[in-house]
């Protein structure tokens, strides 16, 4: 506002030098591999999503199916969908993720659908585990059984 011309080269050097933050990485491709893995179905999305996105974890607090937005290209094919994140709020921005994250947010929620949740624009993209099968056996609580002939097998075996 007056005119004054500072030497920001000296007083920088005066400054004490910045501290890091955190001592974060990115996780590795073996890492990635490891925790998709793990038998929790919900994993693999939640893995692919925030890896190809860089969300935070507290973002999907505010994800919901109306906020992925499938990209295609000219062929007509997916090539990546757009993710409205912090949707509603001042911190809200947009950012992509591959066409792998994308088609693992959808089986997931093809995967609810399939019991019987019904799925439009304003159900959330993650949501706690659920009972998915009848509760005859104390064992089979929250198991995803899809295929019919592994229930008759069972029964099978375990009924008296």
Known sequence: MNELTFGWKKIARGLPK???ASNDRSP?????RKLVEFPDRRMKAI??????SGIRIGSWD???WKHVLPQKDSTGEIAAAKLIVYSGEPEEYYTFITPEAYFALSEWMDF???????????SWVMRDLWQTTNMNYGARWGQEVNNLKYIILVECFVAP
């Open 18 to 20: 910045a501290k890091k």
């Open 28 to 32: 590795t491709i073996e890492e990635l």
């Open 47 to 52: 893995v692919y999503t925030m890896a190809s």
């Open 62 to 64: 505010f994800l919901k």
């Open 112 to 122: 609810r659908a399939s019991y019987g949740e019904k799925i439009n624009g304003e």
